[in-house]
């Protein structure tokens, strides 16, 4: 397996739509190769879908954008909608910069600034002024200045405009597009008061912004306390993430969140049912009990950490040269080799991965 392995982009998890890409449906509880795709090759790897039984991936590669997994609502782009085992090329799209995957719909964007959308339309989350619908194949997105980031939620899109506002589309039952209002909207709106944005990243139901200088926003759905502003009251519109400054980079998991500051903190908050914060007890026995924080708390452990992603219930990150994996492990995410939840380090063959990323929704995992 080790043969196998190198230098191939690694996953391990929840296969139940052939997400894993290696040809299978069966779950993998420790890493192995996705079919045909290398790691020198891939400069992005992004993870959607509401669950394990509805998770897809896109892999954007220097040529083309590559798509596999679940594919009901066609949001692998290949103009069908039968799922893909394997890697498969995205057509009709070229000089792709970013790529987002959502619950069951995905984004393109290219360098001249325009969006493209395909996958699931129920609620308007592909900007095309339509609702109730699907398309099986990448379209622009109408109505935006240049665009130079993009992101998605289960149901809802979101785009860092080049002069630092945000635009959002989709579902906004949660707050989610953050208009002021819960409404849903087919067509790109500005997200209320957000000016000088660095960086967005989207949840299941609610996103994050990063400000220039340095703090965090946050709005939609607030259940576990993933807005960060010390309540569990859903926003419409933005809020102030508390305690935090000196942010560089923000990770939007399910129900869960982590910001890095710039002396190499970590810092998480949100759903910690899984241990995802890493806090406390160390039992994952049945009746083991966690608090979630409804405002940032640090997470020593993590310090350090040069690449962080946050799951639907698991976290992982590359501390030197190991991936760690922490929380669920209830379909293998956490790569160890059982399906028992913990505090876990995955050790990997070879050196020099770039990016360890979770499923939006899934219980699955991929490194490259």
């Not at 967005?200 to 200088?213: E, Q, V």
């Not at 020593?300 to 950490?305: F, I, M």
């Not at 590359?318 to 492990?329: C, E, F, Q, R």
Request: aromatic share 6%; glycine share 16%.
């Amino acid at each position: 397996m080790a043969d196998a392995q190198a230098g191939a982009v690694l996953s391990w998890g929840a296969g139940d739509t052939g997400q894993l890409g290696d040809g299978t449906t069966e779950d993998r509880h420790a890493p192995g190769p996705v079919t045909s795709l290398l790691r020198a090759d891939v400069d992005q790897l992004v993870a959607g879908g509401v669950s394990s039984g509805s998770a897809f991936v896109l892999a954007r590669t220097c040529s083309t954008v590559k798509a596999w997994g679940d594919n009901v609502t066609g949001q692998l782009g290949n103009g069908g909608t039968e799922d893909q085992l394997v890697p498969g090329s995205v057509p009709g799209l070229a000089n792709i910069k970013d790529i987002a995957a959502g619950g069951s719909h995905a984004l393109a964007l290219d360098s001249s600034g325009q969006v493209y959308s395909w996958g699931d339309n129920a609620y308007g989350q592909l900007g095309n002024n339509r609702t109730g619908d699907m398309r099986t194949a990448p379209d622009r997105v109408q109505g935006m200045p240049k665009v130079k980031q993009i992101a998605a939620g289960f149901d809802f899109s979101l785009a860092l405009l080049e002069n630092g506002k945000v635009y959002a589309w989709g579902r906004g039952v949660h707050g989610q597009i953050g208009i002021g209002s819960r409404a849903t909207s087919s067509v790109p709106r500005q997200v209320t008061g957000l000016e000088n944005i660095v960086a967005i990243s989207a949840g299941g139901h609610h996103a994050l912004a990063l400000t220039a200088d340095g703090t965090v926003k946050s709005w939609g759905y607030n259940l576990y306390g993933q807005l960060g502003n010390s309540s569990t009251k859903s926003s419409t519109v933005p809020v102030d993430v508390d305690w935090l400054e000196g942010v560089q980079t923000i990770v939007a998991g399910t129900h869960h969140h982590y910001a890095v500051t710039a002396n190499g903190n970590v810092w998480g908050w949100g759903s910690n049912q899984d241990g995802q914060l890493l806090e406390g007890d160390e039992t994952f026995g049945d009746n083991a009990s966690r608090t979630n924080r409804t405002a940032p708390v640090e997470i020593p452990r993590l310090k350090g950490a040069k690449v962080l992603t946050a799951g639907a219930q698991h976290g992982l990150a590359i501390i030197g040269d190991s991936v760690h994996a922490w929380g669920n492990n209830a379909e293998g995410q956490l790569g160890n080799g059982t399906a028992t939840s913990g505090f876990d380090a995955v050790k990997l063959p070879g050196s020099g991965y770039k990016a360890v990323i979770a499923s939006l929704g899934g219980n699955t995992t991929y490194v490259y």
